[in-house]
Structure formats: C-alpha cells, structure tokens
C-alpha cells in the first residue's frame, strides 16, 4: 500500500461496499476502496473478542451480494488452506500481522494443490485478494493478536477445508462467534462442529 490509509468508521464503510455491490460488483473499485482504507479503531473495538488458540469470525453485514466479518486471530492461531466457493474473497488486515498463503488447486484425487508464489506477511492495512483458495496465519512468533477484516462478494454457509496431511477435502459449514442483534441469526455451533472456517 503506497499512500496512508484513511480512517473510517465500520457504517461508512459498510455503506460504501453495500453501494459498491448493489448494481453489481465492480472488483476493481472493491479492491481500490480496500486497499485505501482501514476502519477507525473505535468502530472497530464492539467486534473485538479472542479465544486462545482459535480464530474467531464476527459478522458485521450481511446482505445477498456482500458479507462483511471481522476476524480476530489469537496469537499462533491459523485458518488451514480453504475455499471461497467460487466467490471472491478480501482479507485486510486492520491491526496485528497476518501471513496469507494463497494455492492452486491441481487435482483432488489424489490431492495436489501448489502455492502461488511464496507466503505475504503483512500488517495493518495489508490487503489479500481477491482469493478463491488460501490459508492464513498469525504468525506464532509473534505472541500477540491480530484483526481482519473480510470481504466476501457473495455470501456463503459452507466451504471446503483441505487437509495435506489426510489427502482430503471436508465441507464445513460456516458458524459466527457473535452477530448483530439487529441480523437475528444463530451463532451457537451445534455440539462438535468448529465455529471457525
């Protein structure tokens, strides 16, 4: 990111992707608004909770064209690589450091996928994306948190998780830590099922 971010607040910035996505997504603008901007620390505080050894996801608006989710990554913790179904993908991050490795799927059976290019490490307003398969990590190293914000044009329930180690994909069903009253959904994840993507 060349020039200082400018600073808004999370309403405006929702605002400004709901009027981006409402007639259609442009990514280049998406990607223009997002590398230009981190939210104002203050409106982004109510979205801040941390559970030691996880991520947690944060719903901030939800609408049939855009998601928009904070995520709050405890030190060491990661997102093993995973899919966007097909959708496209913003990550930034607002404070901490964050590495995204982004891959290619080569085949599943058996399971091959190639990194594209080497892991990006960044801090506050670094943008990843938009991404169809990555993983991410707060880099263990660091021994402090980390938050996002992401992006995803348009929503969706599940994803498929893909472990190297087993040669296999899993389809997860997506879960949030916490929601805004005003949206009324379920955040409790039924007993078992991870609450994080």
């Not at 605002?15 to 981190?38: C, F, K, V, Y």
């Not at 943008?127 to 991410?136: I, Q, T």
């Not at 994803?159 to 190297?164: E, G, N, Q, T």
Request: hydrophobic share 35%; glycine share 10%.
């Amino acid at each position: 990111m060349g020039a200082m971010p400018t600073f808004m607040p999370m309403a405006g910035l929702v605002d400004e992707i709901g009027r981006l996505t409402a007639a259609g997504l442009d990514a280049g603008r998406m990607q223009r608004l997002l590398s230009s901007t981190l939210v104002e620390p203050a409106s982004l505080d109510p979205y801040l909770r941390f559970e030691a050894g996880r991520y947690t996801r944060h719903l901030v608006h939800k609408s049939a064209e855009v998601e928009i989710l904070v995520l709050c990554w405890a030190a060491g913790s990661r997102a093993p690589i995973h899919g966007h179904e097909g959708e496209l993908c913003w990550a930034r991050v607002e404070r901490g450091t964050l590495s995204f490795t982004n891959y290619h799927e080569v085949s599943r059976r058996p399971l091959r996928v190639t990194p594209v290019g080497p892991a990006l490490v960044g801090g506050p307003g670094h943008l990843d994306g938009p991404a169809d398969l990555h993983a991410v990590e707060n880099p263990p190293d660091l021994r402090r948190p980390a938050v996002s914000l992401h992006v995803y044009a348009r929503p969706y329930d599940e994803c498929d998780i893909y472990d190297l180690e087993e040669g296999t994909v899993k389809r997860v069903r997506l879960r949030y830590d916490s929601v805004p009253t005003a949206l009324q959904m379920s955040i409790t994840p039924p007993r078992g099922e991870a609450g994080s993507r």
